[in-house]
């Protein structure tokens, strides 16, 4: 089996929508085995999270967009991973990485951009969403990539919506592709 880790944190509950929206897509994949790391509240992860990550396959990063970048919480994970990168542990795994922010652009860019350099750092092998955009007079909001993120899967989620509301539904669909996509791909290079 192919193991898929996916590390990420949510402050208000919406990243953590689009994150089980990733896992499911991932689950759904034969041959993948994924489980969910989640960063808490004060940027920690749970006891035996390092050495599921040392076992993965792949590792898929995920972030709300805080001021244009990663939250601190995701921040003090990336720089708690500097012990792998030291005897560069993570080398050749697969990374991909999601983020959902409160407006359509928001520069969620920048946090995916962010989650390209750390997994350059650590050696890895960069996957993004293999999508075409949605991008015609006839496309309508929750048409699957809409948002049209290509370097990592991207969700929005209005500034006054409950988790409930948000991400919306087209985003949370994109996600489960994404999610489908990196696990057929580790599946496929590492299994
Ligand atoms: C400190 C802070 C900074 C934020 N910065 C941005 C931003 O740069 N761009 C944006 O579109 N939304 C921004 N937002 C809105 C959040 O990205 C949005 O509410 C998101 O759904 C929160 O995800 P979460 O519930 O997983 O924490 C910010 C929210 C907070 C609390």
Redesign the pocket.
Known sequence: MAQIAIVSH???????RQAAAVQEGAASVEGATVTPLVIDAEGNLPDTAWETLAAADGIIFGS?????GA?WQFKKFADASSRPWFAQAWKDKVAAGFT????I????HSTIHYFITLAMQHGMVWIGTGMMPANTKAATRNDVNYLAGSAGAIAQ?P?DST?DE?PLPGDLETARQFGARVAAYVVKTRG
């Open positions: 949510s402050g208000y509950g919406h990243t953590a709300p967009t805080y001021m244009g939250s959902n922010s409160a407006s652009n928001g520069d969620k989620s500034s988790p948000g």
